[in-house]
Nanobody, 125 residues
């Protein structure tokens, strides 16, 4: 059974940085799409970044140039480096994975069947 375990959330001031990690167990990702989502209270879930096995990435306009998705295939761990954080970035962040994906990565939540437990990110002004 595939499990995703997230770590790295926390509280920072505006302009600061955080790195989220998402470690995969129960499978070895070879072909996949992996994405990071966030949801703030009262707002819809937003796919902020994705990466696939060829390491191509895609970002939402709201985070482009500030967030970077990466993958360490040997460690079966995915990362989201978040720089220049803003109060609007405050949310619960979730990693998601689908295996056997043979296309460009997707930020659409409905394709993913494996989800992490979430990591809270709070950015104060």
């Amino acid at each position: 059974q595939v499990q995703l375990v997230e770590s790295g959330g926390g509280s920072v001031q505006a302009g600061g940085s955080l790195r989220l990690s998402c470690r995969v167990s129960g499978a070895t990702p070879t072909t996949y799409s992996m994405a990071w989502f966030r949801q703030a209270p009262g707002k819809e879930r937003e796919g902020v970044a994705c990466i696939e096995n060829y390491l191509s990435t895609n970002y939402a306009d709201s985070v482009k140039g500030r967030f970077t998705a990466s993958a360490d295939n040997a460690r079966k761990t995915f990362y989201l480096q978040m720089n220049s954080l803003k109060p609007d970035d405050t949310a619960m962040y979730y990693c998601a994975l689908i295996l056997g994906w043979d296309s460009t990565c997707s930020r659409a939540g409905d394709i993913y069947n494996n989800w992490g437990q979430g990591a809270r990110v709070t950015v104060s002004s």
